[in-house]
């Protein structure tokens, strides 16, 4: 029991390592060159992850993944495309504000996917955290609004990211259905890489037949280097860590930790323009910092989210 307990407790701090990987990978995409193609980026991004991930997959590796496994990654992957592909579409048609709040639906997609998968069990103080980092993630949406949230709407381009967060939300999903009934590697560094590359793949293809590939020859030395960076920190580690964690964590309870992404991205705003620092941050920021609290007190479900992944 105290083995299972540690391993839950370095997959809760590899998640929050996870949320400050996220949080600071997007100065770092703000700081890319203009009008490059995103879907074409965000292969290669995918790319350069798997690349960094591929000596560890080929230590670990002792045979080529079978055609139900590959089958299990491709579908991975297609999440991991849809979730990018929709977002980058989404981003021309709907506010920042609407995607922000929208996002905040992936950890309850996930648990209810999960559920209706059978590796989420019913779990009542689970759905309460989620539902108060739900609200706490709100608070700072509206609060990095002006305390508005006139701009939302409705429309065709926000049931598109809808969707996309449902991509979002199946990937975890996927990934815990498929280490329940050993369909997957128990190495977390294999599952990232084949998801990756299956990834870089299906939007590299969307990429070639919605953008322009000439596009990327604008890229000088600064965009390669922060794509690099991307590519290793923000997707290699950050899906690495996921993937480590869902082993021993429930989808529901891994996604959560995306509530803590705004919050780091709020400090980063803080240092840059400390002007902006006032009272209406503050319930967000104490929401969500509760929710991660108790999810990370939570009792240990670990052992029977598997038996109940087996048995269903």
């Known amino acids: 029991m105290a083995e299972h ?8 701090l590899g998640m929050l390592l996870w949320a ?3 949080g600071l ?5 703000g700081m890319l060159s203009e009008e490059l193609p995103p879907l074409l980026l965000t292969s290669m991004r995918f790319a350069i992850a798997a690349l960094a991930l591929a000596p560890l997959a080929w230590r670990q590796s002792q045979a080529l993944p079978s055609a139900a496994t590959f089958v299990l990654y491709a579908a991975m992957g297609l999440c991991l495309a849809g979730f990018f592909g929709t977002m980058f579409w989404a981003a021309h048609r709907v506010s920042a504000l609407s995607m922000a709040t929208l996002f905040v639906s992936v950890p309850l997609l996930a648990y209810c996917l999960g559920r209706g998968l059978g590796v989420e069990r019913r779990a009542g103080r689970l759905l309460a955290i989620l539902a108060l980092g739900a609200l706490g993630a709100l608070g700072l949406a509206w609060a990095e609004n002006g305390g508005d949230f006139s701009s939302m709407g409705l429309g065709l381009g926000e049931l598109g990211f809808f969707l996309g967060c449902v ?15 050993n369909r997957l590697p128990a190495q977390a560094g294999l599952r990232t890489f084949w998801s990756l590359l299956c ?33 290793v920190f923000s997707s290699a580690m950050t899906f690495f860590l996921q ?11 891994v996604t959560a930790y995306s509530y803590l992404v705004p919050f780091v991205s709020m400090l980063l705003l803080f240092v840059e323009q400390p002007v902006r620092m006032g009272w209406q941050w503050l319930p967000g920021s104490v929401l ?20 109940l992944g087996e048995g269903a």
């Open 288 to 307: 969500v910092l509760l929710a991660i609290a108790l999810l990370i007190l939570r009792p240990f479900e670990g052992r029977a989210s598997r038996q």
């Open 5 to 12: 307990s540690g391993k839950r407790l370095r997959a809760h």
């Open 25 to 29: 990978s997007f100065p770092a995409v």
């Open 243 to 253: 993937q480590r964690a869902t082993a021993e964590l429930t989808p529901g309870a």
């Open 20 to 22: 400050l990987f996220v």
């Open 199 to 231: 990834g870089a793949a299906l939007i590299g293809l969307a990429g070639l037949l919605w953008e322009t590939p000439t596009e990327l020859l604008r890229m000088d030395l600064g965009d390669v280097l922060l794509v690099s960076y991307l590519g």
């Open 167 to 181: 991509a979002s939300a199946l990937y975890p999903v996927l990934s815990k259905w498929g280490l329940a009934r």
